[in-house]
């Protein structure tokens, strides 16, 4: 069974500060891995998506970084903000005979402060 | 407007009582996903389903069915089994292999 961890489970930062998430899956049969981000009551918004063939991806203040073989990903978010205060989870998408499965994990609590 | 959308955003069931909570997208995606979230908690995958008149269960199925009768919908009904069943639900979708998962806004589910 696949199993995910995320680690800090909490962060608390000043703003400006450069950052990173982490999570690290059991299971290294995995089709992607996918990071989200959720405001307190909200769905879930997708932040990057990472296919097992790639090593990175990037969108703006955030890169994600996958390491298929160790079963690593990080989330590095740079010059943090106050408005990048949610929790942030990560998701991997199973291949082979559980394909289809998405298991997250459970979450890492950021608060930037001014 | 293309989207995932769940309705009732808040619903309160008696104990011993079955609720339907609704599912559906306007994507056209052949995967879907239902997840229950508890308070401080990750997400913990319920059911989930590949392709029409086809689903599989998840890690927390019991207490809980689903059908996919129609490719935009996916709705799961929480029966009287279920020991536990106030928490918040979301349902996600995704167009095929390998491609982005999106969610809807969900629904906090209140058992009084």
């Known amino acids: 069974k696949q199993e995910v961890t995320q680690i800090p489970a909490a962060l608390s930062v000043p703003e400006g500060e450069n950052l990173v998430l982490n999570c690290s899956f059991t299971d290294s049969a995995i089709y992607n891995l996918q990071w989200f981000r959720q405001d307190p009551g909200k769905g879930l918004t997708s932040l990057l998506l990472i296919q097992s063939s790639q090593r990175e991806q990037t969108s703006g203040r955030l890169n994600a970084s996958l390491d298929k073989s160790s079963g690593r990903s990080t989330l590095y978010i740079a010059a943090s903000q106050p408005g990048d205060s949610a929790t942030y989870l990560c998701?991997?998408?199973?291949?082979?005979?559980?394909?289809?499965?998405?298991?997250f994990g459970q979450g890492t609590i950021l608060t930037v402060h001014p | 407007d293309g989207g995932i959308t769940q309705s009732p955003k808040y619903l309160f069931r008696k104990e011993g009582q079955n609720v339907t909570l609704s599912c559906e997208q306007n994507l056209n995606h052949d995967a879907m996903y239902w997840y229950r979230q508890d308070p401080g908690q990750g997400l913990r995958l319920i059911y989930y389903s590949q392709i029409v008149n086809d689903f599989q269960k998840g890690d927390i199925a019991e207490g809980y069915s689903v059908s996919r009768e129609k490719k935009e919908s996916f709705p799961l009904t929480v029966t009287s089994a279920q020991k536990n069943p106030t928490a918040f639900y979301l349902c996600?979708?995704?167009?095929?292999?390998?491609?982005?998962?999106?969610f809807g806004q969900g629904t906090r589910l209140t058992v009084v």
């Open positions: 998701a991997v998408l199973a291949g082979g005979t559980s394909y289809g499965k998405l298991t």
């Open positions: 996600a979708s995704m167009l095929g292999r390998g491609a982005e998962a999106f």
